[in-house]
């Protein structure tokens, strides 16, 4: 069973960045897309950004486009998102996700345990 391992929440003010990370312990994840989700108290589960395998295509939510940027290590089996610029709206948990097929959509198949991100003064 592939464990995803997301870690960098934290408390940010506005403007500021943050930098999350997502491992996989013992896995490769350079056969996988990997995705980072999001959910803010009483709202659904939004995409954020998503990655091919390779790292060659990679997309965003509108929200985030400019912002932030994913991008992956597939030596180091890590993936990670760049956060800048933050707002109080991005504050949500974040989950990081992995694709059994090298595509990407609102259904990964592995989902992380997810990280608090508070953007607040």
């Known amino acids: 069973q592939l464990q995803l391992v997301e870690s960098g929440g934290g408390l940010v003010q506005p403007g500021g960045p943050l930098r999350l990370t997502c491992a996989a312990p013992?896995?490769?994840?350079?056969?996988?897309?990997m995705g980072w989700f999001r959910q803010a108290p009483g709202k659904e589960r939004e995409g954020v950004s998503c990655?091919?395998?390779?790292?060659?295509?990679?997309n965003y939510a509108d929200s985030v486009k400019d912002r932030f940027t994913i991008s992956r290590d597939n030596a180091k089996n890590t993936v990670y998102l760049q956060m800048n610029s933050l707002k109080p709206e991005d504050t949500a948990i974040y989950y990081c996700?992995?694709?059994?097929?090298?595509?990407?959509?609102?259904?990964?198949?592995?989902w992380g345990q997810g990280t608090q991100v508070t953007v607040s003064s």
């Open positions: 013992g896995f490769t994840l350079g056969y996988y897309a």
């Open positions: 990655i091919r395998s390779s790292g060659g295509r990679t």
């Open positions: 996700a992995a694709y059994v097929e090298d595509t990407c959509s609102d259904y990964p198949d592995w």
